[in-house]
């Protein structure tokens, strides 16, 4: 029995918690007592912002590999449908040809006195804009931009082709130039066939002035008959049996049948020359151009001679024709270059070396521009006089 008659209850749970009923802080002291700028002890530094995955990075390189190759594409596609031009002209070299020189354009464009003297002589020519639009409208060729080679050759010395290749449409230049010289009432110009043949109308026997004639290939064909054009048409090999070089601004080749009708022409004047024009087979050179021109030429010995006979025979020839040329007058600088040539035996060949005077192509070209301004203007002469004829 209890000693009160109050029974005893549980005792009451205080409403503060007591000082000594709270959690210990933890080892460091409160965190409200932190210094400012200073991270609580108890507080975590924040997390590193998560790093780019594996995808996103394989698509990233996977888009610039995409845009590298569709930018190679886009230049190899301008290259080769817009820039690139597979050489033609020379595959229309007759096969009879005995010699052959082969033009460049876009590097002869870029050559210091064609640019000073040819160049304003095409700006006067197109300063008829009508006439000019007529024929590429006609022809569907942009002269001269769309034109990259020009090939001459000849069989015998007296009938010539000019062959043109470059971006030229096909099928397209006879009819055009037809059309042109109809409308606007050239004299002389009449369509045979696939060709179109210019006469001389002051020649009471008609002779014939030039041929036009266009290959398969676009290869424009200009030629002095109708025979040299007609061979020219069909397409084939025979200037690689020429050994035409395939590059440089001018190249050359001259068989043994052009040898030895030079030889016939010079005999008279200098035998020497002509007795070792005749112990060559054929030759093939180029004359590469900027500020220092040079010429190379390979000459191949005639069957049963030795290269080493034949150069040292060639290298007294140029001495001796140094002092010929000394009291003759200078042909674009052709005696500086005869001066300074080395003629030398390599292998079963002779190689003849020389630099060209800057000087003496620049006299030329001037030369050659004067003479073309003079007959342009003198057929523009000839058709103005019947319309200002009373």
């Known amino acids: 029995m209890p000693d009160t008659l109050i029974e005893e209850e549980e005792p009451i749970r205080p409403t503060v918690t007591d000082d000594a009923a709270a959690p210990a802080p933890a080892p460091g002291g409160d965190p409200a007592e932190a210094r400012p700028g200073e991270r609580p002890p108890d507080e975590r530094p924040p997390a590193a912002p998560p790093r780019p995955g594996r995808p996103r990075a394989a698509a990233c390189l996977l888009a610039a590999i995409a845009l590298l190759a569709l930018l190679v594409g886009a230049a190899l596609g301008v290259y080769f ?113 696939d060709l179109l043949i210019v006469h001389d109308t002051r020649d009471t026997r008609t002779r014939t002035r030039a041929v036009i004639g266009q290959a398969d290939d676009g290869t424009i064909v200009l030629g002095t008959d109708v025979e040299i054009v007609n061979a020219a048409l069909p397409a084939s090999d025979e200037w690689q049996r020429l050994d035409l070089p395939e590059q440089g601004p001018v190249t050359f080749a001259l068989t043994s049948a052009a040898w030895s009708g030079a030889a016939g022409v010079v005999s008279a004047v200098l035998p020497r020359a002509g007795a070792l024009f005749r112990r060559v087979d054929h030759a093939s050179g180029a004359l590469t151009l900027g500020a220092e021109p040079a010429l190379a030429m390979r000459v191949a010995p005639a069957s049963g001679e ?75 002469a000839a058709k103005a006089a019947p319309s200002a004829a009373p």
Not at 333 to 338: F, N, S, V
């Open 81 to 193: 449908f817009f820039w690139r031009y597979e050489p033609t002209a020379r595959r229309h070299i007759p096969g009879d040809a005995n010699i052959v020189i082969r033009l460049e354009t876009a590097e002869l464009a870029l050559f210091g006195p064609v640019r000073q003297h040819f160049l304003p002589l095409l700006d006067e020519s197109a300063s008829d804009a009508s006439r000019k639009a007529r024929l590429e409208a006609a022809t569907g060729l942009d002269f001269p931009s769309d034109l990259r080679e020009i090939v001459i050759a000849s069989t015998d010395a007296t009938s010539w082709v000019a062959l043109a290749g470059g971006r030229i449409p096909k099928d397209r230049f006879v009819a055009g130039m037809e059309k042109v010289a109809r409308d606007e009432g050239w004299d002389g110009w009449r369509r045979e066939g």
């Open 306 to 380: 030795a290269a080493a006979a034949l150069a040292a025979d060639t290298q007294a020839l140029l001495g001796s024709l140094k002092l010929a040329l000394a009291v003759l007058p200078d042909v674009a600088g052709a005696r500086a270059a005869l001066e300074g040539a080395q003629a030398l035996a390599q292998g079963d060949k002779v190689e003849i070396q020389t630099k060209w005077p800057y000087e003496g192509l620049d006299r030329a070209c001037a030369d050659l521009a004067q003479r073309a301004r003079a007959t342009r203007d003198a057929l523009d």
